[in-house]
């Protein structure tokens, strides 16, 4: 855990995969979600909130291909977009599988 984290940071900055958490202070909603999307990476996030619209409200503005409200559970059955420089397209779910597929329509 890393407290008082300045979003130039390189910890906060670059795609970390493991247990590592960073605590940045913010201002408001708007200033959290600024920095939550200035970021090259947008694999998932989450948010905290006893407030269920709040929670959200910040999940429609932030650019990422998956989010928890209070909680972050992955569920290999649920699609997981890439976006930014986590990558492309999606990976698990059915929707996935679209990527693979080819349509055709045949008339006799």
């Known amino acids: 855990m890393f407290a008082d984290v300045d979003n130039s940071f390189v910890i906060a900055r670059e795609e970390i995969f493991g247990s590592v958490v960073t605590i940045t202070p913010y201002s408001d909603d708007e200033d959290a979600t600024r920095m939550a ?18 929670g959200l409200d910040v999940t429609r503005r932030v650019h990422s291909g998956s989010f928890g409200i209070n909680h972050y559970t992955y569920d290999m ?16 779910g059915p929707e996935a599988l679209a990527s693979y597929q080819r349509f055709q329509t045949v008339y006799l």
Not at 37 to 54: F, I, K, P, Q
Request: glycine residues 12%; charged residues 25%; aromatic residues 6%.
């Open 37 to 54: 999307n200035d970021s090259d990476y947008g694999l998932a996030g989450t948010v905290r909130t006893a407030d269920h619209e709040r």
């Open 77 to 92: 059955n649920s699609p997981a977009t890439m976006i930014k420089a986590t990558g492309l397209g999606l990976k698990f």
